[in-house]
T-cell receptor, first 110, second 112 residues
Framework: QKEVEQNSGPLSVPEGAIASLNCTYSDRGSQSFFWYRQYSGKSPELIMFIYSNGDKEDGRFTAQLNKASQYVSLLIRDSQPSDSATYLCAVKGNNNDMRFGAGTRLTVKP | ETGVTQTPRHLVMGMTNKKSLKCEQHLGHNAMYWYKQSAKKPLELMFVYSLEERVENNSVPSRFSPECPNSSHLFLHLHTLQPEDSALYLC???????????FGAGTRLSVL
């Protein structure tokens, strides 16, 4: 079983729509959760982090965490073509070991 | 610019070569990391250094040898690599092992 699982996509949404990216994890003791954005040929860039159950909003981005169900999601409102990238979910456990998913490729079509 | 600089950006080497990747962070962080990113696979953690001491080695082959001379610099020494080692090698740093990690731009390595 993969430790951090994401749908590889590609996920395609029209400009202005809401993009919903999902991630599940296997380690129930995980404490910290991160979303990174990676443009083609570039390094991962931190978008959001969340530690507590519920929603956390930052501009057009909302991270949602449900520890009981072991999933974390990222919503992107009013999607723009510049949001087209691969989104990496990362999960950190009690031992500070960071595990990444393989990423979901998002395409926002004008 | 994230404050984490990696050189070279691209490297092509033969299987018998010896080369080194360099990472420098200007963020005042105490922890540094090496990751390997292969196509369509998750980022794989290779090495973790905290306060210049290696705290984790995720069963990486000995042909990869890390060095951390101080908290700002991290090297990955490469020798007798295999074609399957071709990948993007990313360096990251964080304030401490529990902190948010910031990545460098990576070195794209091709082993012929």
């Amino acid at each position: 079983q993969k430790e951090v699982e994401q749908n590889s996509g590609p996920l395609s949404v029209p400009e202005g729509a809401i993009a919903s990216l999902n991630c599940t994890y296997s380690d129930r003791g995980s404490q910290s959760f991160f979303w990174y954005r990676q443009y083609s040929g570039k390094s991962p860039e931190l978008i959001m982090f969340i530690y507590s159950n519920g929603d956390k909003e930052d501009g057009r981005f909302t991270a949602q965490l449900n520890k009981a169900s072991q999933y974390v999601s990222l919503l992107i409102r009013d999607s723009q073509p510049s949001d087209s990238a691969t989104y990496l979910c990362a999960v950190k456990g009690n031992n500070n070991d960071m595990r990444f998913g393989a990423g979901t490729r998002l395409t926002v079509k004008p | 610019e994230t404050g984490v600089t990696q050189t070279p950006r691209h490297l092509v080497m033969g299987m018998t070569n010896k080369k080194s990747l360099k990472c420098e962070q200007h963020l005042g962080h105490n922890a540094m990391y090496w990751y390997k990113q292969s196509a369509k696979k998750p980022l794989e953690l290779m090495f973790v250094y905290s306060l210049e001491e290696r705290v984790e080695n995720n069963s990486v082959p000995s042909r990869f040898s890390p060095e951390c001379p101080n908290s700002s610099h991290l090297f990955l020494h490469l020798h007798t690599l295999q074609p399957e080692d071709s990948a993007l090698y990313l360096c990251a740093s964080s304030q401490d092992p529990s902190g948010i990690q910031y990545f460098g731009a990576g070195t794209r390595l091709s082993v012929l």
